[in-house]
């Protein structure tokens, strides 16, 4: 029964994303903000496997993301744009960046692991802006968006939604997966009590550094989706404030559950969204409300119908 | 490149240094003591800056406007950990990043809607205008001089506060062993908002300083934080002396990288190449020391903490 009214809320959420284009928000517009907070829900559900699977906080995450997509782009300024080769490509180089820096970083633990991430997120940014023959600090303009078998289906706007849907969901499923097997157990494990994992003969190392290259190759494939929403792509996409917004949609959406981070990125791109039509000066008030959720909703969003119900009990 | 320009670029990496360790500072007894990561803290100096121009232009001179600047800036800070920051001192360190992001999203804005996203000029003062002959050939602005002089006067006052004082000794014990410190008898709260208010007006000090030699705008505070967490990690958290000493590191490195860097790659590359590959490296340079003084020394070159 718990579990049951645990998967409620993550339910509803997908239900509500899979009927958006016949609620009347078939808008062009509003289906691009919601491909947008799909894409960033993706990404942030990885951040989601190293800071609440294993404690790992990592404050260079966009560049994992940003190197998905300058895949894309030089496979596309080489002419190719067919998905069995952009795909696995924008992936493994992302996991594979992830697993270098990882090798490194993972060494460290607490603040200097933030800083160390950082560190190398922003080696990556100033090496984007100096990549000349992709547009450097202006950016990049795509000639075509991924194609799937040569077929440019991907192209509409409701395809991508369904897309970008089905890739969520499955990337929720893979990180509930991870999580319940042996592998997530050890990872948590060296999360909750570093001592005792390793007491028990687990090296957390080698753990810790699967899940860094894991969560580095799914958001190579978040870069890639987000390079195809924008159809360009700039260094600004691995700027350590990318990489702070992932956190923030990770921390605002609660660390109890992975859903979290997919209700966090969609909550903070739709209130930004809709703050910022209504008053320029939207800044003025979504910062005090995440002040307001830091101070009353313990266990971020996902947490948010225990607390209500703990509420009603009294 | 001349020695001349060098002495120059070292003097300005000194000078940008300095200013990094005001802003440290605070951050690093924050972090030290109250085990709190206050992603504001370059809002501080940002908002020392805008009172700073604003007090300038009213007054109709620096010197009143510095004067006014400082306890506002205290104020200011002082308030804002009455109203927000007293209530995460329990809490995790991502919460506080959270909510502490909040803060600069509103203050940032807040700047802009009373001051205007237009960057503000600050005259300096006349006093310190012009330049001084430090070697023949060589003019180097009095002002410039004159912000080493303040930082280092400012460093030394800290150091007496720190090493030579009760409340110095206190905030020395909190760095090293907080829970020992609250289980002794001591006031943490009262401690905190000392060391808290200190630290924003020191943040609000070195914006108020670096005011006439940099455009005032909104959102300059960023750019400040990243590398002022940078220094204290160098440093060691909770270390005023580590972050001394990794503030002029920093400085030094990002000043001269960016000026050496670039005739450097024309050694090996065209010069436009060489002017791009250069600007990518010197912008790197400080994230690649930092990583490789964390590799030899993970807690830093002066960690204050025991165990």
Redesign the interface.
């Known amino acids: 029964m718990g579990r049951l009214r645990g998967a409620l809320l993550p339910l509803a959420v997908f239900a509500l994303l899979a009927a958006a284009p016949f609620l009347g928000l078939g808008a062009g517009y509003m289906l691009n903000l919601l491909a947008r907070g799909m894409i960033l829900g993706i990404a942030a559900l990885s951040l989601w496997l190293l800071v609440g699977g294993g404690g790992l906080v990592s404050l260079g995450h966009a560049a994992m993301l940003g190197v998905g997509a300058y895949a894309v782009v030089v496979l596309d300024a080489a002419g190719v744009t067919e998905a069995l080769v952009v795909l696995p490509a924008a992936v493994l180089v992302a996991a594979l960046f992830a697993l270098l820096t990882g090798a490194v970083a993972i060494g460290t633990s607490g603040v200097h692991f933030i800083m160390i991430t950082l560190a190398f997120g922003q080696m990556a940014f100033f090496t984007a802006g100096a990549l000349s023959a992709y547009g450097g600090d202006d950016g990049y303009t795509l000639y075509g968006r991924t194609t799937v078998l040569g077929a440019r289906w991907p192209e509409d706007r409701l395809a991508f939604h369904y897309l970008c849907l089905g890739l969520l969901a499955a990337t929720l499923g893979l990180v509930q997966v991870l999580l319940a097997s042996r592998f997530g157990r050890v990872l948590r494990a060296a999360k909750e009590n570093p001592q005792r994992a390793q007491a028990l003969g687990f090296n957390p190392y080698p753990y810790r550094l699967a899940a860094y290259a894991i969560a580095g190759g799914i958001a190579g494939l978040a870069g890639l989706l987000l390079a195809n929403a924008t159809e360009f792509v700039a260094p600004s996409y691995l700027a350590w404030q990318r990489s702070g917004d992932l956190l923030f949609m990770v921390i605002l959406g609660g660390l109890g559950a992975p859903h979290g981070a997919v209700l966090g990125a969609l909550a903070i791109v739709l209130l930004e969204e809709w703050l910022a039509e209504w008053t320029e000066h939207w800044r003025l008030i979504f910062g005090p409300l995440l002040v307001l959720a830091v101070l009353f909703l313990r266990g971020g969003l996902a947490g948010l119908p225990a607390q209500l119900r703990a509420l009603r009990r009294g | 490149m001349s020695t001349q320009l060098l002495l120059v670029q070292a003097l300005n990496g000194l000078q940008f240094g300095v200013l990094l360790f005001l802003v440290a500072a605070g951050l690093t007894l924050v972090?030290g003591v109250m085990d709190f990561?206050n992603l504001a803290h370059g809002v501080q100096y940002m908002l020392g800056a805008y009172l700073g121009a604003s007090f300038a232009a009213w007054t109709g001179s620096f010197w009143p406007g510095l004067l006014l600047a400082l306890p506002a800036a205290l104020a200011c800070g002082l308030l804002l950990e009455w109203l927000?920051f007293r209530?995460?001192y329990d809490?995790d360190?991502?919460?506080q990043?959270?909510?502490t992001?909040?803060?600069?999203?509103?203050?940032?804005?807040?700047v802009?809607?009373v001051w205007g996203t237009a960057p503000l000029q600050v005259p300096v003062p006349s006093l310190l205008e012009g330049g001084i002959a430090l070697m023949p050939g060589l003019q180097y602005p009095v002002y410039r001089l004159a912000i080493l002089a303040a930082g280092i006067a400012t460093a030394l006052l800290l150091w007496l506060l720190v090493e030579r004082t009760r409340a110095g000794a206190l905030v020395r014990a909190g760095a090293s062993n907080r829970p020992m410190l609250a289980a002794l008898g001591v006031d943490t709260g009262r401690l905190f908002m000392l060391v808290f208010g200190c630290g924003a007006m020191l943040a609000g000090f070195a914006g108020i300083m670096a005011a006439p030699i940099l455009s005032v705008e909104p959102g300059m505070g960023?750019s400040v934080l990243?590398l002022a967490?940078?220094v204290i990690?160098i440093g060691g958290?909770g270390s005023v002396r580590g972050a001394f000493v990794a503030a002029l590191l920093v400085g030094l490195i990002e000043t001269l990288g960016r000026s050496l860097m670039p005739d450097l790659m024309r050694l090996f590359l065209a010069p436009s190449?060489a002017r791009?590959?250069g600007?990518?490296?010197a912008?790197?340079l400080v994230?690649?020391a930092?990583?490789l003084i964390?590799?030899a020394r993970?807690r830093g070159l002066f960690p204050a903490r025991a165990g």
């Open positions: 972090f990561i927000v209530h995460l809490r360190h991502l919460s990043v959270l909510a992001f909040g803060v600069i999203l509103f203050l940032n804005q807040a802009k809607l960023d990243i967490f940078v990690v958290i190449p791009q590959a600007a990518a490296l912008s790197m994230y690649v930092m990583a964390l590799a993970p």
